[in-house]
Each structure stands twice: as C-alpha cells, then as structure tokens.
C-alpha cells in the first residue's frame, strides 16, 4: 500500500514502469493530467516527456503518493 521508491530522479525520454505486488489495485494518476492503472500483480508504464516534478498518487488509495524529479538529459 505504497509506492516504492516514492520518490525518483528520471530524464526526459525515460520510461517509468511501476510493478503491483499487492493484493489491491492501484494506480498511478497525476490530477488533471495522466492515470496509469495497476491491476493486481501487473505492470503499467508510461514515458515522461518533460522536465520538472511529477506528483501523482493512487486514486483508490489517496494517502499514496510519489515523485518523480524529471531532467533534461
Ligand atoms: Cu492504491
């Protein structure tokens, strides 16, 4: 029930996968921008295309929250 690393460095290009290992749904979901859904023991991703920070957090699950720190390559 957390998202693991929370927070993360990427560069512009990259693509961010993230892996459910729990027995719930989650996703990964930016407000007004991008959701990636996390089925139970499935993976979703998605590539990053500009520089800054990235707060998203799980829909189903508000109290989870991550970063990601984007930079130009
Ligand atoms: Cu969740």
Same mark, same amino acid.
């Given at each position: ?10 560069? %512009?290009?990259? @693509?961010?996968?993230?892996?459910? #290992? ?6 990964? @979901? ?5 959701? %990636?859904?996390?089925? %139970? #023991? #499935?993976?979703?991703?998605?590539? %990053?295309?500009?520089?800054? @920070? ?16 984007? @930079?130009?390559?």
């Amino acid at each position: 029930m957390a998202f693991s690393l929370a927070e993360i460095s990427a560069k %512009v290009g990259d @693509t961010i996968e993230w892996v459910n #290992k729990d027995a719930f749904a989650h996703t990964a @979901t930016v407000k007004g921008g991008w959701e %990636v859904m996390l089925p %139970v #023991k #499935k993976s979703g991703s998605i590539a %990053v295309e500009k520089a800054g @920070t990235i707060n998203y957090y799980c829909r189903l699950h508000p109290n989870m929250k991550g970063r990601i720190m984007v @930079t130009r390559p």
